[in-house]
């Protein structure tokens, strides 16, 4: 038997908790998150603690902090309490250090998007735009809100699937994994790429698999 470390989550404080548990479960997908305020300015940023949570109805879910460094709600979560929309796009390497830098938190009022010199494209369903270039783009409602001593969990309702031309074949509704490198979070500022795949048989079965690795 190998040897193995105990810790006793109630003995920590919440910020020790937050390290190990976002140092442990990785890698993790990101939501790159777009919303727009009452005045009508647009704001974007990253959250790993994020994924899908079903099909029917089709929901993804981000959670985000109380509070920003500055001591108030963050512009996610008060533009969502607002108006109910956001939309989650999928960064890939292309677009890493762009989603990388939405972490930083700019100016009230002003726009990271802005910034950054990154441009939009209008949504189909929802005020917030999706961001130009974004491999994936899901425009979401709000479905449920839940929140705790820490944070806003919002579960959205998928409305619409905007993607890269080319990356879903929409007769077999397949994805074209050839053309899709999204990155994942990996602790802090690590991030790691999704280039490295490799495919196994379901267990018990003699039948081979009917697709490769690059289209799913």
Same mark, same amino acid.
């Given at each position: ?70 001591? %108030? &709600?963050? !512009? ?9 929309? #956001?939309? =989650?796009?999928?960064? @890939? ?82 994805? %074209? &994994?050839? !053309? ?9 500022? #690590?991030? =790691?790429?999704?280039? @490295? ?20």
């Amino acid at each position: 038997m190998k040897p193995v470390q105990d810790i006793d989550f109630g003995a920590l404080t919440a910020y020790q908790r937050y390290k190990l548990m976002a140092s442990l479960i990785v890698p993790r997908p990101i939501a790159w998150v777009t919303t727009v305020n009452p005045q009508g300015v647009v704001n974007a940023a990253p959250f790993s603690m994020f994924n899908m949570v079903g099909e029917d109805p089709p929901l993804v879910m981000i959670s985000v902090n109380h509070h920003n460094g500055q001591g %108030r &709600l963050k !512009d996610t979560a008060a533009n969502i309490l607002a108006n109910g929309q #956001f939309v =989650v796009h999928m960064p @890939d390497e292309g677009l890493a250090e762009a989603m990388h830098a939405c972490a930083v938190e700019s100016p009230e009022g002003v726009s990271e998007l802005d910034l950054l010199g990154l441009q939009t494209l209008p949504s189909h369903t929802v005020l917030p735009p999706c961001i130009d270039g974004a491999p994936v783009a899901f425009e979401c409602v709000l479905h449920e809100h839940l929140h705790n001593e820490s944070r806003h969990v919002f579960f959205g309702r998928v409305q619409w699937l905007r993607v890269r031309q080319g990356l879903v074949d929409t007769q077999t509704w397949r994805v %074209r &994994l050839q !053309d899709y490198f999204p990155v994942a979070r990996f602790g802090a500022s #690590f991030y =790691v790429r999704t280039r @490295d795949r490799f495919a196994m048989d379901e267990p018990g079965s003699d039948t081979p698999r009917s697709t490769t690795i690059d289209e799913i």
